[in-house]
């Protein structure tokens, strides 16, 4: 029985050191310009997911849809999100895509996750990504309103849709639309 223990204890030992060697080696990939391969997509989400069912709040949105909320969620969001989700005039940019993982277009598939939920995300960030924290950044009413705006993207009232419009000289997120968003999804 020592003898067998000593061996377990022995080849546990060795695999440490084989990953240490590995990394310390520099076998271990650091580039950002490539796509994560999907098992590793499947293990990173499952683990932001189950550390934000075990820490986030399940707080509701204190503040109500009302234009100008909504409207002020916009303006948040333009200034800055926009430049890594996805800008409001539908260009193209290859930056959000430069992150290893790529962030999210909320343009073509806003998130469709509870409201707590994104505010949590929002406000303490995911940590080896390129998503910060914005607690320090932005404050506590103007993070419920870029929530606010994400969460009603598809669904915003005519006079907030034409204040999208005439500023950013595109149209709006249709319910069709987020729809293909969630289809493409592959962590719901
Ligand atoms: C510097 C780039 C960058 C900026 C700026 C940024 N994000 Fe992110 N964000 C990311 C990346 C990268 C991810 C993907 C992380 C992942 O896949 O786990 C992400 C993920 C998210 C998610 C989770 C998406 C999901 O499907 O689970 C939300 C919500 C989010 N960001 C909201 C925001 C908001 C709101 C802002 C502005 C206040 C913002 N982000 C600004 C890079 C950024």
């Given amino acids: 029985m020592g003898k067998f223990l000593l061996g377990v204890i022995i080849t546990v030992l060795i695999l440490i050191l084989a990953v240490l060697g590995f990394v310390a080696l520099g076998f271990y990939p650091t580039r950002a310009n490539l ?5 590793e997509r499947h ?3 499952g683990a932001v997911d189950s550390s934000m069912e075990r820490h986030a709040p399940r707080v ?4 109500t849809p009302t ?6 969620g916009m303006k948040i969001y333009t200034m800055n999100c926009a430049s890594c989700h996805g800008t409001l005039d539908r260009k193209f940019s290859a930056f959000g895509n430069s992150f290893y993982p790529p962030a999210p277009n909320f343009i073509s598939d806003p998130p469709d996750d509870p409201e707590w939920h994104t505010f949590y995300t929002i406000r303490t960030g995911i940590r080896y990504t390129g998503m910060p924290a914005w ?5 506590e009413t103007d993070m419920w309103k870029v929530t606010l705006f994400l969460s009603h993207m598809d669904k915003l009232p005519p006079a907030v849709q034409d204040y999208w419009k005439a500023n950013f000289n595109s149209v709006p997120v ?3 639309e987020k729809k293909e968003g969630e289809e493409k999804h592959d962590h719901h």
Avoid: I, R, Y
């Avoid at 796509?35 to 098992?39: R, V």
């Avoid at 607690?135 to 404050?139: A, P, V």
């Fill in 67 to 72: 234009d100008e909320n909504l409207e002020d």
């Fill in 43 to 45: 293990f990173a989400m």
């Fill in 60 to 63: 509701t949105n204190p503040l």
């Fill in 35 to 39: 796509e994560p391969p999907q098992w």
């Fill in 174 to 176: 249709t319910p069709d």
């Fill in 135 to 139: 607690d320090k950044t932005l404050s």
